[in-house]
């Protein structure tokens, strides 16, 4: 197949259809009205509106997000602007749930669609912003000046970059995921000209990359800067992490090279059995260790980067005491794992330790005098240090992550807290039991691809 006609299938597959359409707008329309009617009863004027993917027709077939916005007036004081966007937002869901970003909204659902109402001010000018929220009505249109000067066929040229990115694992906004919102991948668009344009200059992209529509007020650090054309104090690529840069870049020169539509729907690894993971082992020689614990009731976008933060700092942590770390990972559902692949199973029991050069006589004077008489082969010089051989600590991973030791690692707030009430810790083949909750994750730690 040309990439001409794989993109014409990809589109079929990721194109929402009238039905689609329709039951989402009828959805809207309906939260819609019952947002109208409490917000007269409230005595106050206000606009309801759409807003994301669906009011820009940049959405994705199957997706079942509905972002409600209630433009609010300026003159109400913060207080009362809450108040307000959560009477509405009770109103319209009476079962809903309460979430926060910068301020409170609720999030409910409506004939299979899980629907956000937010309030923000009704603004003339994002010259007047009073929280993040009140860019998005800007968003809006300035995508929608973006598609009139593009012509017919943008929502369909942001659908196949969306679908690529989530192909390549790099689509979303979310701190799991740390990739190509889809606000961003819409300036991608526009800015380059199309979704194989948006390929093209993805192939060559070397750090750092910058698309200023409007000249920044600061300046931006990462690997990606995409200002705003709305507001120039914010990158909108600033989430993006530095592998999420690098596997859109693999991916982009992958699909040039040879266009085909598994770079949009990639296989799913099989979940890993125990056969499976026991082989792995014996064929690596490696030590595995799982710390498993209950996830905290936390949102994904405060749990992954607590999870990522523990992972690191444990990585850090058993680095120091000479353990070499293979790789690391990190995943959750109910229970939460951080996973330790080492290179060896256990250390020797001493360990080399060095103290300050010889000539600065304070330090090393210190030094040789808190070893004298202890048990240690030491201190003796070597390359003008003194040196000691003591006794390790921990010689192997388990023992280290089973110790008092293993909270002094720097943890999320949620992560010790739920630690310090409990937690276990499989070795090897042991880890087997976790495979029915998390086989694709161990799949994908043994296999993992670009």
Known sequence: ????????????????????????????????????????????????????????????????????????????????????????????????????AEHPYVQ??????????????????TDELRSAVDRT??????????????GEGYGDEVRLLKAFGRGAGVYGSDLRTRGFGGYLCELLVGHYGGFREVLEAAADWSPQVRIEPREPEDGFEGHLVVVDPVDPSRNVASVVSEDSFARLIDAARGWLDEPNESYFFPEEPEPMGSEELSEALKERRTRLVAVVFEAPDIVEDQLYPQLRKTRRSLVEELERRGFDIIRADE???????????????????VEKHAGPPVHVREHATAFAQKYEGADVVGPYIEDGRYVVEREREHTKVEDFVRSDAFFGVGMGKGIKEKTKDGYEVFVGEDCAPLLNEFGVEFARHFEPTA
């Open 331 to 349: 995943f959750a559902d109910e229970r939460a794992v951080l996973l330790v692949e080492a290179n060896v199973g256990e250390q020797s029991r």
């Open 108 to 125: 409910g659902t409506e004939q299979g669609y899980d629907v956000d109402i937010v309030p923000c001010y009704d603004l003339d000018s």
């Open 1 to 100: 197949m040309t990439a001409e006609e794989v993109l014409s299938e990809v589109l079929d597959q990721v194109s929402p259809s009238d039905e689609e359409r329709e039951a989402l707008h009828e959805a809207y329309e309906s939260v819609r009205e019952r947002a109208v009617e409490t917000l007269d009863q409230e005595g106050i004027d206000a606009d309801v509106t759409l807003v994301g993917s669906a009011a820009r027709d940049t959405w994705l077939s199957g997706d079942r997000d509905i972002d409600v916005f209630l433009l609010l007036p300026t003159e109400l004081e913060r207080d009362e602007f809450e108040r307000v966007g959560l009477n509405v937002g009770r109103a319209v869901f009476p079962d809903g749930t309460v979430e926060y």
């Open 137 to 150: 009505p800007f968003h809006k249109e300035h995508i929608r000046g973006i598609a009139e000067e593009f």
